[in-house]
Nanobody
């Protein structure tokens, strides 16, 4: 079993920046993907970005590409999401999740374990 603990959420102004962290613990695997998903009020959960532990390959949804950057520190089993130039439509609960099958897909069903999800309101 894998436990995920997110941190770094909070209120941010439009155009501002925020960094989310996701620390993984528990069972370890050589190759997995960690993704960041978000769910806005009244909307379905959507994938934002994911990264491979094996080679650091990263993938982004069009909605965040060019503004968000995902990185991984394998020594700390921690993944970061740097959010720049945030917009009001980025307001959501942000979840990190681990895909033990390392699919590198931004599809929620591919992920096995989920964190609790910090809120990120974007507002002036």
């Amino acid at each position: 079993e894998v436990q995920l603990v997110e941190s770094g959420g909070g209120l941010v102004q439009p155009g501002g920046s925020l960094r989310l962290s996701c620390a993984a613990s528990g069972s370890t695997f050589d190759d997995y993907s960690i993704g960041w998903f978000r769910q806005a009020p009244g909307k379905e959960r959507e994938g934002g970005s994911c990264i491979s532990s094996a080679d650091g390959g990263s993938y982004y949804a069009d909605s965040v590409k060019g503004r968000f950057t995902i990185t991984i520190n394998n020594a700390k089993n921690t993944v970061y999401l740097q959010m720049n130039r945030v917009r009001p439509e980025d307001t959501a609960i942000y979840y990190c999740a681990v895909d033990l099958g390392a699919s590198r897909e931004l599809v929620p069903l591919a992920y096995d374990y989920w964190g609790q999800g910090p809120q990120v309101p974007v507002s002036s």
